[in-house]
């Protein structure tokens, strides 16, 4: 059952919460956490790809997207939505990520308390700190798992990894498309954040000066990659099991490869990086249940254009054929908000929840779920809306939205025109 609360509660008195008072918007989150984390966790959670021009192409994009207020009828509004059958506070949801104990030690299990208390999805990651079979224990049915690539003997560590998650009881799971190879990330090499990884001088000054990391790490321990460890010969030690991630991963999957997941798994299956609607209408014909509109949070791409620009073209080609899911860029319930009312049916966020656990360490995950969904009403009532589906009737401008050529005019040679 989600609690209720958030900047104006009063329920929680704990110093945890009062800084969180005090940090009432991601901008207020980031800032602190950055004051309390080490820079290169920083660095690696903040930076994007090549200049970082596909972050600051999502912020404008998202701001581009005006809607219309409406005012006269009232009534209070409900967030709760219906994903695959379930049931869950808000259409908002936590988006996977890699190494996320740099960013917070004992950040999975965190973010899998954060998913069961505020009724909301936690995709957890592949490479993410915890095993997938901790992660769902906590979350329960709320712990969907995201999935890479491993092509080696026949996809043997995808596919147990889909067994596993289906014996655990997970939602879902999410195939990430859009990261075929391994993206340049300039400030990760120049902090040498590489396998084999080094200790440096300078890794050891940052960690020094952030007393918080340093407690949360002596009581989560090392980070690691827990659903992984198990594929590794020999013992799982940080160093090997990263080494054996950096030969064997392959951040992608072909259309035949999502058709096997499709058949593997009995519940919901996702792909995770889309944005050209041929590509949407692939996933569709592969039997995907959602596709999630992404572009990794501006950090596989600087040329990929917002994705909240190509979703209108994706919503008209596959909407109600499959949910369409939405990340990247999302710092707020009311860009949840534009997000839906161009026809998303749930965002999910990667940074904000990160940032909630640096700025306010364990609990900062369910400040984040409670912040995105009071904002999220808020941005409701403001436009006339007070339920989800009334969003998707909200008057909007767009300037942003991509245009893509006709499917038909596309299928023409052109010297057949
Ligand atoms: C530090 C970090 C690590 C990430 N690791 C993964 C990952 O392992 N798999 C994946 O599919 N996406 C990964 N992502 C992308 C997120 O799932 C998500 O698409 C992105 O964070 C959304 O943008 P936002 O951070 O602006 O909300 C990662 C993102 C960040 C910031």
Partial sequence: ?????????????????????????????????????????????????????????NRRALDGVEIVPRYGVMGKAATETEIFGRRYSAPIGISPVGMDALAWPGSSRCLARAARDENIPYITGTLADSALEEVAEIAGPNAWLQLYGFPRDDHRVTFDMIARAEAAGMSAIVATLDAPVRAKRPRDLANRLVVPFRTRPSTVWQVATS????????????????????????????????????????????????????????RAVVVKGVLHPDDAERAVSAGVDAIMVS???????????????????????????????????????????????????????????????????????????????????????????????ELREATIRHVGRFDFPARAAQSVPLAAQ
């Fill in 1 to 57: 059952m989600a609690r209720s609360g958030g900047w104006g509660a009063g329920s929680r008195s704990d110093a945890a919460s009062q800084a969180l008072q005090r940090h009432p918007t991601y901008e207020f989150l980031e800032a602190r956490a950055k004051r309390r984390i080490p820079r290169f966790a920083w660095d690696f959670v903040h930076g994007g790809t090549g200049a970082d021009y596909g972050i600051d192409v």
């Fill in 211 to 266: 007393p918080a990391w340093v407690r949360a790490l002596m009581k989560a321990g090392m980070p690691g990659f827990g659903s992984i460890a198990r594929y590794v010969d020999g013992e799982p030690t940080l160093d090997r099991v990263a080494s054996f991630v950096q030969k064997e991963l392959i951040g992608s999957f072909s259309w035949d490869e999502v058709s096997r997941m499709r058949r593997a798994f009995s």
């Fill in 295 to 389: 572009n990794h949070g501006g950090r596989q791409s600087d040329a990929a254009p917002a994705p909240i620009d190509v979703l209108p073209g994706i919503v008209d080609r596959v909407a109600g054929r499959a949910k369409i899911l939405f990340d990247s860029g999302i710092r707020s319930g009311l860009d949840a908000a534009r997000a839906i009312a161009l026809g998303a049916d749930a965002v999910f966020c990667g940074r904000a929840f990160l940032w909630g656990l640096g700025a306010a360490g364990d609990e900062g995950g369910a400040f984040v779920a409670r912040m995105l969904r009071e904002e999220l009403a808020v941005a409701m009532a403001q436009s006339g809306a007070w339920t989800v589906p």
